[in-house]
Protein backbone atom coordinates (compact mmCIF):
# COMPACT_ATOMS: atom_id res chain seq x y z
CA UNK A 1 0.00 0.00 0.00
CA UNK A 2 1.23 3.25 -0.97
CA UNK A 3 1.32 5.61 1.97
CA UNK A 4 3.06 9.58 2.97
CA UNK A 5 2.88 9.82 6.69
CA UNK A 6 3.51 13.53 7.69
CA UNK A 7 4.22 14.63 10.87
CA UNK A 8 5.49 17.36 12.93
CA UNK A 9 3.13 20.33 12.43
CA UNK A 10 2.05 22.27 14.62
CA UNK A 11 1.46 26.06 16.07
CA UNK A 12 4.14 28.65 17.02
CA UNK A 13 5.10 32.12 17.22
CA UNK A 14 6.50 34.70 14.64
CA UNK A 15 10.18 33.83 13.88
CA UNK A 16 9.59 30.24 15.21
CA UNK A 17 10.53 27.11 13.96
CA UNK A 18 8.90 24.23 13.01
CA UNK A 19 10.80 20.55 11.42
CA UNK A 20 8.15 18.53 9.18
CA UNK A 21 8.64 15.37 8.63
CA UNK A 22 7.10 12.78 5.89
CA UNK A 23 8.19 9.09 5.75
CA UNK A 24 7.04 6.78 3.13
CA UNK A 25 6.18 3.48 1.90
CA UNK A 26 4.65 1.44 -1.10
CA UNK A 27 6.98 2.52 -3.65
CA UNK A 28 10.38 3.09 -5.09
CA UNK A 29 11.00 6.00 -3.13
CA UNK A 30 14.40 7.42 -4.85
CA UNK A 31 12.41 7.34 -8.32
CA UNK A 32 10.28 10.24 -7.15
CA UNK A 33 10.52 13.68 -7.00
CA UNK A 34 9.61 14.18 -3.05
CA UNK A 35 8.36 17.91 -2.13
CA UNK A 36 5.95 19.83 0.14
CA UNK A 37 3.25 21.68 -1.11
CA UNK A 38 0.72 24.34 1.57
CA UNK A 39 -2.90 25.91 1.23
CA UNK A 40 -3.27 29.07 3.05
CA UNK A 41 -7.12 29.30 4.44
CA UNK A 42 -9.36 30.95 0.88
CA UNK A 43 -6.17 30.39 -1.43
CA UNK A 44 -4.72 28.05 -3.94
CA UNK A 45 -2.70 25.27 -3.03
CA UNK A 46 1.26 26.38 -3.67
CA UNK A 47 4.64 24.69 -4.06
CA UNK A 48 6.62 25.46 -1.55
CA UNK A 49 9.99 22.94 -2.21
CA UNK A 50 10.77 19.75 -3.71
CA UNK A 51 14.13 17.63 -4.28
CA UNK A 52 15.29 14.86 -7.00
CA UNK A 53 15.90 11.40 -5.58
CA UNK A 54 18.87 11.08 -7.59
CA UNK A 55 21.05 14.21 -8.05
CA UNK A 56 19.99 16.32 -4.97
CA UNK A 57 18.52 19.03 -7.17
CA UNK A 58 16.28 21.39 -5.03
CA UNK A 59 14.13 23.97 -5.73
CA UNK A 60 11.77 26.81 -3.55
CA UNK A 61 9.43 29.24 -3.78
CA UNK A 62 10.43 32.49 -3.74
CA UNK A 63 8.44 33.14 -0.20
CA UNK A 64 10.81 30.93 1.60
CA UNK A 65 14.05 30.91 -0.08
CA UNK A 66 16.44 31.35 2.80
CA UNK A 67 13.94 30.05 5.55
CA UNK A 68 13.24 26.75 4.28
CA UNK A 69 15.05 23.42 3.88
CA UNK A 70 14.41 20.60 2.13
CA UNK A 71 16.08 17.10 2.31
CA UNK A 72 15.82 13.61 2.29
CA UNK A 73 16.71 10.46 3.38
CA UNK A 74 16.74 7.39 0.67
CA UNK A 75 17.39 5.07 3.12
CA UNK A 76 15.14 6.45 5.73
CA UNK A 77 12.27 6.62 2.99
CA UNK A 78 12.12 10.17 4.56
CA UNK A 79 11.88 13.76 3.71
CA UNK A 80 12.25 16.55 5.93
CA UNK A 81 11.38 20.69 5.94
CA UNK A 82 13.04 22.92 8.12
CA UNK A 83 11.03 25.93 8.49
CA UNK A 84 13.06 28.66 9.97
CA UNK A 85 12.38 32.22 11.04
CA UNK A 86 8.50 32.14 9.94
CA UNK A 87 5.77 34.60 8.98
CA UNK A 88 2.14 34.89 9.52
CA UNK A 89 1.88 34.10 6.09
CA UNK A 90 3.38 30.78 6.33
CA UNK A 91 -0.20 29.33 7.91
CA UNK A 92 -1.91 26.50 6.34
CA UNK A 93 -2.04 22.98 5.81
CA UNK A 94 1.32 21.50 4.67
CA UNK A 95 0.98 17.92 1.92
CA UNK A 96 3.69 16.21 1.37
CA UNK A 97 3.97 14.69 -2.28
CA UNK A 98 5.77 12.10 -4.39
CA UNK A 99 6.15 12.62 -8.47
CA UNK A 100 7.69 10.61 -10.70
CA UNK A 101 6.76 12.78 -13.70
CA UNK A 102 6.70 10.28 -16.71
CA UNK A 103 3.14 8.72 -16.72
CA UNK A 104 2.10 11.21 -14.25
CA UNK A 105 2.32 8.91 -11.45
CA UNK A 106 1.53 11.16 -8.54
CA UNK A 107 0.90 10.57 -4.69
CA UNK A 108 -0.11 12.82 -1.97
CA UNK A 109 0.10 12.31 1.50
CA UNK A 110 -2.00 13.73 4.28
CA UNK A 111 -1.97 17.45 5.49
CA UNK A 112 -0.45 18.57 8.25
CA UNK A 113 -1.27 22.05 10.10
CA UNK A 114 0.87 24.94 10.29
CA UNK A 115 -0.12 28.03 12.10
CA UNK A 116 1.70 30.62 13.29
CA UNK A 117 0.79 33.60 15.03
CA UNK A 118 2.19 37.36 15.19
Known amino acids: EVQLQASGGGSVQAGGSLRLSCVAS????????IGWFRQAPGKEREGVSC????????VYADSVKGRFTISRDNVKNAVYLQMNNLKPEDTGVYYC???????????WGKGTQVTVSS
Open 26 to 33: GFNFEQYI
Open 97 to 107: NADLVVGGVNY
Open 51 to 58: MDGYDGKT
